[in-house]
């Protein structure tokens, strides 16, 4: 399961070293000579996910609670600058016919992550991709990460936190369940 097109390393680096160069930076300086090609494979691997098989499982038990993978660490790229955010994600879901494998629940988290992002967006593409290839009671996707654009340049709010959240199904629309979602989010905080 691919996300991205494969990158172009060379010109990817020719482009760092334009813009290293452009940026005031002297390149002919021994210690910055291996710098292009290091931001281009650097930023090729925060932009590929690795890829991997959708393993599910029949939900022979009939297990009809939360299953819920909390602080999967992540790291995305916001659009705006290009900058890194990163934090951790609390994701879950109540099975239906079948249960994924655990391990699958960080695994769609990089698939979403590994592209420019805004963490709303990624939010919701995590929750909606579960819901339509598990079709299960209910889905919570809980995100909570430090944008490096608003703490170390602009505003320079350091320390900020942004937390953002995606219900689908029974986590949506049942009051009760919603509660649960977040309070068992919460006990692993
Ligand atoms: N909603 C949302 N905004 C984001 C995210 N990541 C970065 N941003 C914001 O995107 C906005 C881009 O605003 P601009 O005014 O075009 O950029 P800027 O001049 O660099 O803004 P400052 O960061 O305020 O200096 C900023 O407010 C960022 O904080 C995100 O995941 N979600
Ligand atoms: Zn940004």
Redesign the pocket.
């Known amino acids: 399961m691919r996300g991205t097109p494969e990158p172009d390393l060379a010109k990817a680096t020719e482009a760092a070293r334009d813009l290293l160069i452009a940026l005031g930076l002297d390149l002919a300086d021994d210690v910055l000579a291996e710098t292009p090609g290091r931001m281009a494979k650097g930023y090729a691997e925060l932009l590929t996910p690795r890829e991997f098989d959708l393993t599910t499982f029949p939900n022979d038990e009939g297990y009809d609670e939360f299953v819920i993978a909390r602080r999967i660490p992540f790291r995305s790229l916001?659009?705006?600058?290009l900058l890194p955010?990163v934090g951790v994600a609390h994701v879950g879901y109540m099975p239906g016919d079948r249960i994924l494998g655990l391990s699958k629940l960080a695994r769609v988290v990089e698939l979403f992550a590994c592209r420019p992002?805004?963490?709303?967006r990624?939010t919701m593409q995590i929750a909606t991709w579960l819901d339509g290839r598990l079709k299960p009671k209910g889905v919570g996707v809980v995100l909570e990460?430090e944008?490096m654009?608003?703490t170390l340049?602009?505003?320079q709010a350091a320390g900020t936190n942004?937390v953002t959240s995606a219900l689908l199904g029974m986590a949506r629309t049942d009051a009760r369940t919603r509660q649960e979602f977040f309070s068992l989010v919460a006990a692993g905080l």
Do not use: K, P
Not at 78 to 81: I, Q, R, T, V
Not at 117 to 120: I, L, P, Y
């Open positions: 916001c659009e705006h600058h955010f992002q805004v963490q709303e990624l990460a944008h654009c608003m340049r602009g505003v942004t």
